[in-house]
């Protein structure tokens, strides 16, 4: 009986550590709460070895948006399995699951009024996936989209030594409210970064060239996606790794296939797949 019951445990432990390493995408939590709720991110694991390390991709959705929509619109999770690498999407604060959005330090909304630690939150998901799943240190890379761009420039800069390489979608660097002082400014990042920007140059919803949302018109100004050029190669300590992208005639959705097959999407995005792009350009570093 208590051989029996040896065999059994072992039989349950293996199949506990099995299915922890299962590919495909799965729910976590992390220590992190908010209003007295576990903040969670999706895990999308491909087919691994044990006996290997892997790169991880960190991917940050848009404002009021979710894990689950930016796994779907981004395409990430699918270039994972082709290549072999992680992918952790968070989800930000919001209600209900709903109207998920960053603190990235300017912009926006409830996440900047109750000083939510966004920047703790990315940084436990990271270490919450390294400890649980074979990923290498040396290779984390972080992605944003619209609010979440301009929240992985603000993690880049208080958080550079956690990455390899950063890829910022249709973000902003900056922004401020028209006739008032800034309140916030970007930190220096404390060690060299490759940084890959990419914007659509008819974005009506964070203009390329700063400004006014033509969209919304709400009296907040944005930084331009050339302040975030001259920011990083200034500041960065290595200016040729600093890329731009412009899209042209590109608005502000995810450059990838889920919005491109409408059939007003110019001729020349028709099969433009942004996760494929950003990944063979990050995973160089």
């Not at 005639?249 to 792009?277: C, L, V």
Request: proline fraction near 6%; include cysteine; charge should be negative.
């Amino acid at each position: 009986m208590k051989n029996l019951l040896v065999v059994l445990f072992a039989a349950v432990l293996c199949a506990c550590q099995s299915s922890t390493h299962t590919s495909g995408t799965h729910k976590r939590k992390t220590a992190a709460k908010f209003k007295g709720l576990s903040r969670t991110y999706l895990l999308h694991t491909p087919r691994v070895s044990e006996h290997k390390k892997y790169p991880l991709v960190v991917v940050l959705h848009g404002a009021f948006s979710t894990a689950g929509q930016m796994e779907q619109q981004s395409g990430f999770s699918k270039v994972a399995d082709e290549k072999e690498f992680y992918v952790a999407y968070p989800n930000g604060i919001g209600l209900f699951g709903k109207l998920q959005h960053w603190n990235a330090g300017h912009c926006c909304g409830k996440a900047v009024r109750d000083d939510v630690d966004d920047v703790g939150f990315i940084a436990m998901v990271m270490q919450d996936a390294m400890e649980h799943f074979p990923i290498d240190p040396e290779r984390i890379y972080l992605v944003g989209y619209s609010n979440g761009g301009m929240m992985a420039y603000r993690f880049a800069e208080e958080q550079t030594g956690k990455l390899a390489a950063l890829a910022v979608v249709s973000g902003a660097i900056n922004s401020w409210e028209e006739g008032k002082p800034r309140t916030w400014e970007p930190e220096i990042p404390s060690a060299p970064l490759p940084v890959l920007i990419m914007h659509g140059n008819a974005d009506p919803i964070i203009p390329v060239n700063g400004g006014e949302s033509p969209a919304r018109k709400n009296g907040r100004l944005y930084a331009s996606t050339q302040d975030a050029m001259d920011f990083w190669k200034t500041n960065n300590q290595q200016p040729e790794a600093v890329e731009l992208i412009l899209l042209d005639n590109w608005g502000h959705d995810w450059p990838g296939p889920f919005f491109s097959n409408r059939a007003e999407t110019p001729q020349h995005m028709k099969k433009y797949n942004a996760a494929e792009i950003i990944w063979d350009c990050l995973s160089d570093y």
